[in-house]
């Protein structure tokens, strides 16, 4: 197990022309996006080739939205439970024309090139070049495996499952690596499931009311909320006139992690403030909305 997250891993390198010949539609293969696949991955650490678990987690696509450049990427969400990711999201597209994906910074509002699907031996991008391109076993199927990036930091990409891992060597030469171990990809599953989902059963300790995202919204943002114990509560948003413009929560909620999408098609730009009431309890944030 050690020597697949070390540099000197043999690969079998297959011919720059197996990435470069294929059709559009099986390179999209390396980088799946439908809504509800999840991957859990095991992560490890230690000096040089690790070899010690640290504990699993969860990504998976929860959705897509649209943002201020008017393209629309999916949401991708980190988290210990695969029913309950709650993580500040990253965000990706696959240009259909290219096979490129592009990742999406809402604080900077621009794209950038993350990895080219197609691309073979030869290819560059943000994080490097591809450095190998083998046959692997990947939850028991076997597939192609893609592993790109630098000499301290690479990832790799299989074909039918998207991300499987990454390794990254740090300045004192501790290193940590990430290996998938059960993949939901298109409804259909591979491997098994070894983390306990704990997140649900989890109760936070305090009341909080965390800042939506994106922030800017354009028009979609997701606020979320957790709740010590069970309350009757109520999340309002208001325009700097302190008017009423939406109602998202008014109920009893059960104690836990909370999120709630919030749409502001209709809404004019400029700065909202969402309210959260719970009992005793009041916490309000600003939002901003771009058109």
């Not at 439908?34 to 690790?50: C, H, K, L, N, V």
């Not at 306990?196 to 995202?213: C, D, G």
Request: charged share 15%.
């Amino acid at each position: 197990m050690k020597s697949r997250w070390t540099l000197s891993v043999c690969f079998l390198v297959l011919p720059i022309g197996f990435v470069a010949a294929q059709t559009l539609d099986s390179a999209l293969a390396f980088f799946p996006m439908s809504i509800g696949d999840t991957w859990e991955f095991a992560s490890y650490w230690g000096m040089i080739a690790p070899n010690q678990l640290q504990g699993y987690e969860f990504s998976g696509i929860t959705g897509d939205t649209l943002m201020l450049n008017g393209k629309v990427y999916r949401v991708l969400r980190w988290g210990v439970d695969p029913n309950h990711l709650l993580s500040n999201p990253s965000y990706y597209r696959v240009d259909s024309t290219t096979a490129n994906v592009y990742s999406y910074s809402p604080i900077s509002g621009q794209e950038s090139l993350w990895d080219s699907l197609r691309e073979g031996l030869s290819h560059r991008n943000q994080w490097g070049m591809v450095l190998a391109i083998s046959n692997e076993i990947i939850l028991g199927t076997p597939t192609v495996t893609k592993v790109s990036g630098t000499i301290d930091y690479y990832y790799y990409l299989s074909y039918g499952f998207g991300n499987t891992g990454g390794f990254t060597v740090y300045q004192d030469q501790s290193a940590s690596a990430s290996r998938l171990i059960y993949a939901k990809i298109g409804g259909r599953e591979y491997g098994t499931i070894l983390a306990i989902a704990a997140t649900r059963s989890t109760i936070p300790a305090h009341f909080e009311l965390l800042q939506n995202y994106p922030n800017p919204a354009n028009p979609a943002t997701i606020i979320r909320f957790n709740l010590p114990q069970r309350f009757h509560a109520t999340l309002t948003v208001y325009n700097m006139l302190g008017q009423v413009v939406a109602t998202l929560v008014n109920g009893e909620v059960e104690a836990g992690s909370h999120e709630v999408a919030f749409d502001g098609t209709g809404l004019a730009s400029g700065v909202y403030v969402y309210r959260l009431r719970a009992g005793e309890y009041t916490l309000s944030r600003k939002m901003v909305f771009v058109k």
